[in-house]
């Protein structure tokens, strides 16, 4: 009879373990929202294993401003989330991690503002701009300034895959003009990722345009193509975490044909983060069959929604005057901040727009929009 007992009571503790383990997997965060989707689904069979490190978990906390408090994991490589979790650690209590929530009512957008033949405009005031927020005239311009010299925080990507070889050493080089005309020492920084089925950053933050060469020339082609990991990764783990000590500009230059075919998060998630960032992404296409494909539509995709420009160039040479044409952009910018006229904090996506009023024919370019905070 005590055999039988203590078998009994064995079996239920068993069963305890399995419940108890089970339970603490799926309050493993995933590492984007796609990824929700692919758990929720009953009886889905495992993937098999990738070569590219799925980016961890996406920040689940939209905010507008400032995106520097926003936390941020170290790296996109297969870590624990709750490394960085001070809640799920068992001596963490109160009255040693109080928790601090700020109402964030201020929304922060960097544009520019062209004339009917494309060139920029750089003499505007405050009282020439209205801001509406999901189609409703914001409460309050808060702060308005020509930022033409503001310090610059720029992250060069460059598409590594096989689908990039012919002019591989052309963009390179190009790639090079533009960081040694753009980054200004002691003021601006750089850093340079090579991506295929992964991101390599070959260069971290720097302002020293040499080591940002030798960042270039150490890419080399080879592998898949993981675009909108790259993207993501730079945004969240890169320039987010940048420490600043003041506003900069941050952007990404993105050479890529557009094509991806190993990525773990969506291009929506991507350009979800990028927005998050307050990041500006400028795309240089690498296609060279003469005519628009499905990836340069991606890429126009990504660099509009986050108020960049897309490029095309088709002949070898327009790729160096691309990197021209952005270096111009980056010093020819507003920056403006604004109160909406009803921000809830409900996580919720608001569309941007930002229009020139009094002048005919100017054309404003901004990110799309931005997420509320989320309580």
Do not use: W
Not at 9 to 20: E, N, Q, S, W, Y
Not at 209 to 236: F, M
């Amino acid at each position: 009879m005590r055999a039988r007992n203590a078998f009994f009571l064995g079996g239920v503790a068993l069963l305890a373990a399995a419940v108890f383990a089970q339970s603490t997997e799926q309050n493993e965060l995933p590492s984007a929202p796609s990824a929700v989707q692919q758990q929720s689904k009953p009886q889905a069979p495992a993937p098999p294993p990738q070569n590219a490190p799925a980016p961890e978990q996406p920040a689940t906390q939209p905010q507008t401003t400032p995106p520097a408090e926003q936390p941020a994991t170290e790296s996109p490589k297969n870590e624990s989330p709750k490394a960085n979790d001070k809640t799920s650690s068992p001596g963490t209590s109160e009255e040693t991690a109080p928790t601090i929530f700020r109402t964030v009512n201020e929304v922060n957008v960097v544009f520019t503002v062209t004339d009917k033949h494309g060139r920029y405009v750089k003499d505007l005031k405050k009282n020439d701009f209205k801001v509406l927020d999901d189609t409703r005239p914001a409460d309050e311009i808060r702060s308005f300034h020509n930022e033409t010299d503001l310090p610059l925080e720029v992250g060069l990507l460059v598409d590594a895959s096989n689908s990039v070889r012919d002019r591989f050493k052309f963009e390179q080089e190009s790639a090079i003009e533009f960081l040694n005309q753009t980054i200004r020492p002691r003021y601006d920084k750089a850093f340079v990722v090579g991506f295929d089925a992964t991101p390599e950053v070959t260069q971290d933050f720097t302002d020293n345009t040499e080591l940002l060469s030798r960042g270039v020339r150490a890419l080399r082609p080879g592998g898949g193509t993981a675009l909108y990991d790259a993207i993501y990764y730079a945004c969240r783990d890169k320039l987010l975490k940048a420490q600043q000590s003041g506003p900069v500009r941050r952007a990404i230059i993105l050479l890529s044909d557009g094509d991806d075919n190993q990525s773990h998060v969506s291009r929506e998630e991507a350009i979800d983060m990028a927005q998050r960032a307050e990041v500006i992404v400028y795309t240089i296409s690498t296609n060279i069959i003469g005519s628009r494909n499905k990836g340069d539509k991606i890429l126009e995709r990504i660099a509009n929604a986050s108020g960049g420009r897309p490029f095309f160039p088709f002949q070898i040479t327009d790729v160096a005057n691309a990197f021209a044409e952005i270096q111009d952009e980056l010093r020819s910018q507003y920056a403006l901040s604004y109160k909406p006229a009803d921000l809830k904090a409900d996580g919720r996506y608001h569309s941007i727009e930002i229009l020139a009023q009094n002048h005919k024919n100017l054309r404003v370019r901004s990110r799309r929009g931005y997420y509320a905070p989320a309580q």
